[in-house]
């Protein structure tokens, strides 16, 4: 040990610890001390409590994945409870599984009859829409009107009126889809009204 | 490669035998924070248990003494604060071994102890794992800096402060007795 400078008055101190550690170490010799050590080790087991330190870390981590993916699932299947038929749109089938839709009839309408027929509800985005169809019409048209005639770039195909309205009438299809899921859940419908128009 | 594992586990099992050497100071360390020799014992035998569970984080042999010391040290800090609130028994209490002094040299020594005890018992923490690694644990500075992760001259400081506080306790305690 160091040599060092300790405050006068203190071996009497020292003299009083150095006292209690001799006779302490001399009850602890007598003991046995390595062989209540290794009882108690043995009774540990060897390596196997610190596997169980883990298990017990992990559960809680595991049982609560477990729930929220049991619980994404029932969510998922209460939703949708029937497959799509194959090759059809996920929508489609559920509206066509849906009692009172009339179908996609698009092609006997004329866009007059679909401003008419329309749903008051939806008025906002499809009055959104035909402005768009009527911007996108106007800027094609000047387009085409300063494009050279022999440029030779190929030029843009032009949407028939039919084609537009197949357009329209699927976004209407989509928004009638939230529509009447509406009653179950109105966040769902604020939300793809939303996200309608965020696209449009 | 199993091999290989087989012969950690083994280097492992090595690097603990010799940490069972070190059981005297171990418990001379839990003897400065327990009030009494049967608590330190029991606190060495708790010590010893965690390091064994703990035993496949040693990093280096050699570094493998200053770390059960550490463990020891903190097993000792967590028992006082877990059982802050029951009173120790004392020395008598305890059950002393007999020694060939006379009752009343006895009892004077056991006083004296105890009011040692009691001083140790009242130093701020800081303060008193440095007074318990010397003066108990006998550990060198550098053995001290190491367990406590401090400087040498902090080390110093501590144990001066703690050594002056401890005697002044003391001698309160031996006034307020004899007034």
């Given amino acids: 040990m160091e040599k060092e400078h300790k405050p006068d008055g203190f071996g009497e101190i020292e003299e009083t610890i150095r006292g209690e550690k001799d006779r302490a170490l001399e009850t602890f010799r007598k003991g046995n001390f390595s062989a209540r050590l290794e009882a108690k080790i043995r009774q540990i087991g060897e390596g196997g409590a610190p596997r169980i330190v883990w298990f017990r870390k992990l559960a809680p981590s595991l049982l609560g994945a477990f729930f929220l993916l049991a619980a994404g699932v029932l969510v998922i299947n209460r939703i949708f409870d029937k497959p799509p038929a194959k090759g059809g749109n996920i929508f489609e089938v559920y509206l066509r599984q849906v009692s009172g839709f009339q179908g996609f009839a698009y092609d006997k309408m004329t866009p007059g009859m679909i401003l008419e027929n329309r749903d008051t509800s939806l008025a906002p985005l499809s009055d959104k829409m035909i402005q768009l169809f009527e911007q996108a019409r106007k800027e094609q048209r000047s387009a085409s009107d300063l494009r050279p005639s022999d440029s030779g770039t190929k030029p843009t195909p032009r949407l028939t009126l039919k084609e537009r309205m197949e357009i329209l009438f699927r976004e209407q299809a989509i928004h009638r889809f939230f529509n009447l899921y509406h009653e179950k859940n109105k966040e769902v419908w604020k939300w793809s009204v939303n996200f309608s128009l965020y696209l449009v | ?179």
């Fill in chain 2, 1 to 179: 490669m199993g091999v290989m594992v087989a012969e950690q586990g083994a280097d492992r099992k090595d690097i603990f035998g010799d940490l069972l050497t070190h059981r005297e100071q171990v418990f001379r360390i839990c003897l400065g924070f327990a009030k009494n020799p049967q608590d330190a014992e029991e606190l060495a035998q708790e010590a010893y248990l965690k390091a064994y569970k703990h035993r496949d984080s040693i990093k280096a042999p050699f570094s493998a003494k200053g770390w059960l010391l550490r463990i020891a040290r903190n097993t000792c800090l967590d028992h006082q604060k877990k059982f802050l609130h029951i009173r120790p028994l004392s020395l008598e209490e305890a059950g002393e071994p007999a020694d060939d002094c006379d009752i009343e040299t006895r009892r004077a020594r056991n006083e004296k102890l105890e009011m040692v005890k009691d001083a140790v018992e009242q130093l701020p923490r800081k303060l008193k794992e440095a007074f318990v690694l010397r003066e108990y644990g006998e550990l060198t500075y550098e053995e001290m800096s190491a367990a406590l992760g401090t400087s040498l001259g902090t080390i110093m400081s501590r144990l001066n402060r703690a050594r002056r506080a401890v005697m002044n306790l003391v001698k309160e305690a031996s006034d307020g007795k004899r007034a």
